[in-house]
């Protein structure tokens, strides 16, 4: 799971904050999983096409994209933790 976000916003109450929290949960329940800061690897948002922030990918074992959620609303945070539930064998 690929999160693209800036991290400075990882404590905030802010939808992307809610993001980054729901990937570092899942991470600590066995997913692998990867922040990347736009501003710092602008190579990794080429290759992805990333063009909204927060932007989560899942990808297979050899880096192929199989879904992405864009941004922060309600509908997209609540299928992004579905999906990571789902990654993460159930639920939290």
Do not use: K, M, N, W
């Not at 080429?46 to 922030?53: A, L, M, N």
């Not at 932007?55 to 959620?69: K, L, P």
Request: hydrophobic residues 35%; aromatic residues 4%.
């Amino acid at each position: 799971v690929l999160l693209f976000a800036d991290p400075r916003e990882a404590e905030e109450s802010s939808g992307c904050g809610e993001v980054f929290r729901a990937v570092r949960a899942a991470a600590t329940r066995g997913v692998r999983t990867r922040e990347v800061d736009p501003r710092r690897e602008r190579d990794v948002v080429s290759q992805y096409r990333v063009t909204v922030e927060p932007t989560v990918i899942f990808v297979d074992a050899t880096g192929r994209e199989v879904s992405r959620r864009e941004g922060e609303s309600g509908d997209t945070i609540g299928a992004i933790r579905v999906d990571l539930d789902r990654l993460a064998g159930g639920h939290p």
